[in-house]
Each structure stands twice: as C-alpha cells, then as structure tokens.
C-alpha cells in the first residue's frame, strides 16, 4: 500500500496560508490523494482530492508535484476554526477503509 | 443538506446490556462503514457494507454486529458491550465503486460510548 509521511504538527499564524506537506513516494500511477481533516472529536471531514492536476475548491488548494511523489495542502487564509489534525490518503484497504495514521496537527494562533 | 446522523450523540452504560447505535445517510450512497477511535489508535474499520444486505469484517469486528437491511441506515449493535468499547465511533457513507472520484467518504458526528 502506498504509505505517506506527514509532519506531526505545524503552526500557522491566523490570516496567513497554511501549507501542509505529504509525502506519497510509492503511490501508484492511478491513486488519487485525498485530504482529510478532524476537528477534535468532530467526524473526519472531506477538503479535496486530485490525482495529477493542481486542485482547487472552496476550502483549499491541492498541489501536488510532476512526479507525484508529494503534494501540499493549502489553506489560504487560516482562521481559528481550521485548528485540525489534516490527514493525507492515498489508499484504501479492501474494505475501503482509508488509512488516516497520524495526520498533522495543525494549531492556528490569533 | 446531505449529511450522515448517527443516534445517539453520547452513550453511557453498563457491561453486558444490549445496545444499538444508528447511523443515517440521505445520499443514496451504497457503501457504509464504522470506526471506532481510540487515542493512540487512530480511527479503525469495524464492519462495512457495499450494499443493502452485504456486509463485511473490517480491521475490528470482535464484539459487534451489523446489518443492513435498507440502504440509508446502517446500526452497529453491541450485544453484549465490555469495557475495552468503550470509545468514539463514527459511521461513514459513499457511492458505490472504488478509486478516482467516488472514494470521497461522508461521517457522521461521532457517537461517544462508555461503557462501565
């Protein structure tokens, strides 16, 4: 299974941009990457996905490199509300389950 | 607004008394699942189904059962709770079919068990 690496946590100063970065060296070449966040204890929470393109919807922006061996979540603007741990998938077990290990904690100050 | 509902919310009780937990979707989704999520565990699949009638073992089914008897609902029975469920379970739903753009998973809010 393709594995990632994330870094186990970050801090972002409220109104600046939040870049979150993943390793995925051995994702395959039809897996997409999918971003992930949980606000404690809330239900994880779907943001974006890609596979080659740079993506961009209404709460961040997906970068993800030519080789597709990484790939950077962007959040824009910060706000209080996006403290989160964000996690980056690249695959799903059999049963479809998605392999959230640990994610990156992001604390956002004022 | 679609959305996952999971009932109830929080959930106290005492070992060996029967209890079920439901789980809603009104996406029309074919797929549901359960989690549970404990510290230091990260979130684990329990049981899932692909569709009305189908389900399956995940990575921690000892203990619980399913069923899936309509496609919107999903509950996770626990026949007999012990202690060691007690945790954060979490129902989740998407369209049938794997990879690309129908992997996107929908949670419900998390339904939080103790059980004494």
């Known amino acids: 299974d393709a594995k990632t690496t994330q870094p186990p946590s970050m801090d972002c100063a409220e109104g600046r941009a939040a870049n979150l970065p993943c390793n995925h060296s051995?994702?395959?070449?039809?897996?997409?990457v999918y971003w992930y966040r949980q606000i404690h204890s809330q239900g994880p929470q779907y943001i974006i996905h890609?596979?080659?393109n740079n993506e961009t919807n209404e709460m961040a922006s997906l970068i993800i490199t030519e080789d597709r061996k990484s790939s950077t979540l962007i959040l824009p603007h910060a706000t209080l509300r996006d403290t989160a741990v964000y996690y980056c998938i690249v695959r799903l077990n059999s049963g479809y389950a998605l392999n959230f290990g640990k994610g990156t904690s992001l604390l956002v100050t004022p | 607004e679609a959305q996952v509902t999971q009932n109830p919310r929080y959930l106290i009780t005492v070992t060996g008394k029967k209890l079920t937990v439901t789980c809603s979707q009104n996406m029309n989704h074919e797929y549901m699942s359960w989690y549970r999520q404990d510290p230091g565990l990260g979130l684990r699949q329990i049981y899932y189904?692909?569709?009305?009638?189908?389900?399956d073992k995940g990575d921690v089914p000892e203990g619980y059962k399913v069923s899936r008897k309509e496609k919107r609902n999903f509950p996770l029975i626990l026949e007999s709770p012990s202690p060691n469920q007690t945790s954060l379970y979490f129902c989740?739903?998407?369209?049938?079919?794997?990879?690309?753009?129908?992997?996107?998973?929908?949670f419900g809010p998390g339904t939080r068990l103790t059980v004494l």
């Open positions: 890609g596979l080659k």
């Open positions: 189904s692909m569709n009305v009638e189908v389900t």
């Open positions: 051995t994702i395959s070449g039809n897996e997409y």
């Open positions: 989740a739903s998407k369209t049938g079919g794997q990879g690309g753009e129908t992997d996107t998973q929908y």
